[in-house]
């Protein structure tokens, strides 16, 4: 498990003082982590310790002369290669209103554009940031920082937007933090060290190459692809499981290295945990960051009882989308290795492709569901206490009733990770079952049926899974599914069109039932900006167009 820094460790406890002084009223226990240091640690603990904590002035006064403001550490980026409107920028766009739209969402990028200040690479003591080589693009609001699965979204709406070298400048950050850490972290921010994200380097790479065809690219990101892979497919993350005919496969799970609060939510945190023994609590923080490192923070997904953040048990569970995204992952390192001539990488990938695809098929579909479902290692529902969530050298057998059967997008993902190729017959059963399973609203797909308050749950719809399922549908070159794809944008579109009029902001996530309806839910407000909600648009623009007689409205 990894420790905090020390800086990490002095403003958690401004966070908690914080948290007293202001009292928990739209408290955002990230504003304090964020907080760049305006003098030496040592001198501004000094200075901290002798303040009265309980004095609202006064701990006012320490924060205005020791710290400077949160965001205050990165400067808006002058993009060197926009275009008002650049030479052939979505083409098929015709209606003036839909038109009108993407152009707001290319100029947007403009508003997310930054690059680290100096003095962060001079005192990276002083700061959580972590200095990174690059211009960088963030999603915005509280998030003002690069975060990792978010930036793939981001770089698919820079390259509609030609923005090339652009996108080559945050792939190359991920580059560097894989390089530097032997895994991305969640963020850009040293507490986020602590574990990664949903890993989609290879898949951001394969973007730009498509677009560019720039070889040279590829062989600079292919180092940072071999060690996430290793990070992804070692203890422990990797899991081994017997299948029902006693054929052992591996597969991969989240696994934060990390079993205390979070620094950036420590005050939420600790709540969660209130009444639960030590060991119970160490336990509990250990599955709240396993369940950031999924990016679904938080859901129904990964708790026993559905409704009961203290039930999560993140790292028990062999999850749909990650198996799937090392697929893609495995796929893309063989395709990268034979474009630069490693032929026996290639092999060794495209192996390891095929065999995580095999143990997929035994461990996480189910046949009579016609989905892929994620797995749990322990039964949903039980006495776990004899479970270690330490221990790495177990290997399990599989039992068909451990499947979690509830409806979530990510059982169908693997269709966007090439898991299930175009002519397969698992294809025409996924697409009657995600048409039967009550996913798809008005307004897109819910990310879960269950009602939880979580904001990964119902009613919220996330861009990413949107584009993710509409992707997905589009490849299996099956006519229903194609015409699948284009009803869920044109749904996405909309609502991200109506909501734009009405606030004026992209926001982070939408409410499904209802067009324009910003979502809700989870441990902060809502935030608009928004880095992947305005690629994802950009991106959907791009793949099916939209004709001049076709209304942009709330049907």
């Not at 290997?395 to 990770?417: G, V």
């Amino acid at each position: 498990m990894r420790n905090h820094t020390d800086l990490e460790s002095f403003l958690v406890m401004i966070q908690n003082a914080a948290l007293q002084v202001e009292g928990d009223h739209d408290f955002d226990p990230k504003v304090y982590v964020d907080l760049p240091l305006k003098h030496s640690l040592p001198s501004t603990k000094e200075a901290f310790v002798s303040l009265f904590q309980n004095n609202n002035g006064e701990f006012n006064h320490f924060l205005n002369e020791f710290c400077d403001k949160p965001g205050s550490d990165l400067l808006p980026d002058n993009l060197t290669d926009f275009k008002n409107e650049p030479e052939g920028f979505l083409a098929n766009v015709t209606n003036p209103a839909a038109r009108d739209f993407a152009l707001k969402m290319h100029s947007l990028w403009w508003l997310l554009a930054r690059k680290v200040k100096e003095r962060v690479h001079k005192d990276p003591h002083q700061h959580t940031l972590i200095p990174l080589p690059n211009p960088v693009v963030v999603p915005g609001a509280r998030f003002r920082e690069v975060y990792y699965w978010d930036t793939y979204w981001i770089v698919r709406g820079l390259l509609v937007s030609k923005l090339y070298e652009t996108a080559r400048n945050v792939v190359e950050n991920l580059m560097f933090l894989a390089n530097s850490f032997g895994f991305i972290p969640n963020g850009a921010r040293t507490y986020y060290t602590n574990r990664s994200q949903p890993p989609l380097l290879s898949e951001a790479v394969m973007a730009i190459y498509h677009e560019t065809k720039d070889v040279s690219f590829v062989e600079k990101a292919f180092p940072a692809l071999l060690k996430e892979h290793n990070f992804w497919c070692a203890d422990p993350h990797r899991v081994h499981i017997r299948d029902a005919n006693g054929v052992e496969h591996v597969l991969t799970r989240y696994y934060a290295m990390w079993d205390e609060p979070r620094p950036e939510s420590s005050t939420i945190d600790m709540q969660i945990a209130k009444g639960l023994e030590r060991h119970q609590r160490a336990e509990l923080y250990h599955h709240i960051a396993t369940a950031a490192e999924s990016g679904w923070d938080f859901s129904s997904r990964w708790m026993e009882d559905r409704h009961n953040l203290k039930t999560m048990k993140t790292s028990f569970i062999l999850p749909v989308d990650l198996n799937a995204f090392l697929v893609q992952m495995e796929n893309n390192i063989a395709l990268f290795a034979k474009l630069l001539g490693k032929s026996d990488y290639e092999k060794h990938f495209y192996k390891l492709a095929n065999s995580r695809k095999i143990a997929m098929d035994a461990i996480l579909w189910n046949e009579e569901m016609g989905q892929y479902l994620d797995y749990w290692l322990v039964k949903r529902n039980a006495t776990n206490s004899a479970a270690n969530y330490k221990a790495f050298e177990v290997t399990y057998d599989f039992l068909p009733e451990h499947h979690n059967t509830d409806a979530y997008p990510s059982n169908f993902i693997p269709l966007w990770c090439g898991v299930v190729p175009p002519g397969d017959r698992k294809i025409q059963k996924m697409i009657a079952s995600f048409k039967e399973s009550g996913l798809l609203l008005p307004a897109g797909i819910t990310t879960s049926l269950l009602q939880t308050g979580q904001q990964w749950d119902y009613p919220n719809a996330w861009a990413p899974l949107q584009h993710m399922i509409i992707e997905g549908f589009a490849l299996t070159e099956n006519e229903e599914g194609i015409a699948l794809a284009k009803d869920i944008s044109r749904r996405w579109l909309e609502t991200n069109y109506v909501g734009y009029l009405e606030t004026g902001e992209m926001q982070e996530k939408y409410d499904a039932r209802y067009c324009g309806k910003v979502g809700s839910g989870g441990e902060y407000l809502p935030q608009a900006g928004f880095g992947w909600s305005n690629g994802v648009v950009l991106s959907l623009f791009e793949r099916f167009g939209w004709a001049a007689e076709k209304k942009l409205t709330c049907e």
